[in-house]
């Protein structure tokens, strides 16, 4: 069974910093890891989806990079501001169409 | 398109009582699933479909029940509630292309079985 973990399970950082958020999953035969965000009391919103064939992908001030052979996703968030507060999530499907989500980061941006 | 829409947002149930949690999606995704949410445990699936007709289990299936007889809807039954089963629920859709889709997300049903 695939474990996706994401570590730390909170940040706190102040308006500005550059941070980056992990994800790790125990088996490699992925086809693409998704990034989504969950705002308190609301559904996810996906962020970024990486294919196995890409190593980054980016959307705005957000960047995604993966490496299969290692089992780790960084989320690299640029110049943070107070709406990017929020639970970050990572998801990787795998087959028999299963989709393994992490845990989660709790993302608090301090003005 | 109004996307994922799941109804109702809130229910408290009693022991042994059963509901049906509705989800529909208007973007014509073949594939729809069922998450539950813990705190600690993250998101873990229940049920899914790949087309009408067509339905299989999750990680986490027992005490559940769906059934897909349209593109669009896809509700979660059920049948005797238990405090277990108290949690945050998820329906979720996508293209079905073999995995390279996003997945889209309704808003949630919070549910209380006491």
Not at chain 1, 35 to 58: A, H, N, V
Not at chain 1, 67 to 88: C, E, F, H, M, V
Request: hydrophobic share 30%; proline share 5%.
């Amino acid at each position: 069974k695939q474990e996706v973990t994401q570590i730390p399970a909170a940040l706190s950082v102040p308006e500005g910093e550059n941070l980056v958020l992990n994800c790790s999953f125990t088996d490699s035969a992925i086809y693409n890891l998704q990034w989504f965000r969950q705002d308190p009391g609301k559904g996810l919103t996906s962020l970024l989806l990486i294919q196995s064939s890409q190593r980054e992908q980016t959307s705005g001030r957000l960047n995604a990079s993966l490496d299969k052979s290692s089992g780790r996703s960084t989320l690299y968030i640029a110049a943070s501001q107070p709406g990017d507060s929020a639970t970050y999530l990572c998801a990787v499907p795998r087959g028999g169409n299963q989709f393994y989500f992490g845990t989660g980061t709790s993302l608090t941006v301090i003005p | 398109n109004a996307g994922v829409t799941q109804t109702p947002k809130f229910q408290v149930l009693k022991t042994g009582q059963s509901m049906t949690l509705q989800c529909a999606q208007d973007m014509n995704h073949e594939y729809m699933s069922w998450y539950r949410q813990d705190p600690g445990m993250g998101l873990r699936l229940i049920h899914y479909s790949v087309g009408a007709g067509i339905t299989d289990q999750g990680e986490v299936p027992n005490g559940y029940n769906v059934s897909r007889s349209t593109t669009e809807d896809f509700p979660l039954r059920l049948l005797s509630a238990a405090p277990s089963q108290t949690s945050v629920y998820f329906c979720a859709s996508s293209l079905w292309k073999n995995h390279q889709e996003t997945q889209y997300f309704g808003p949630g049903t919070r549910l209380l079985v006491l």
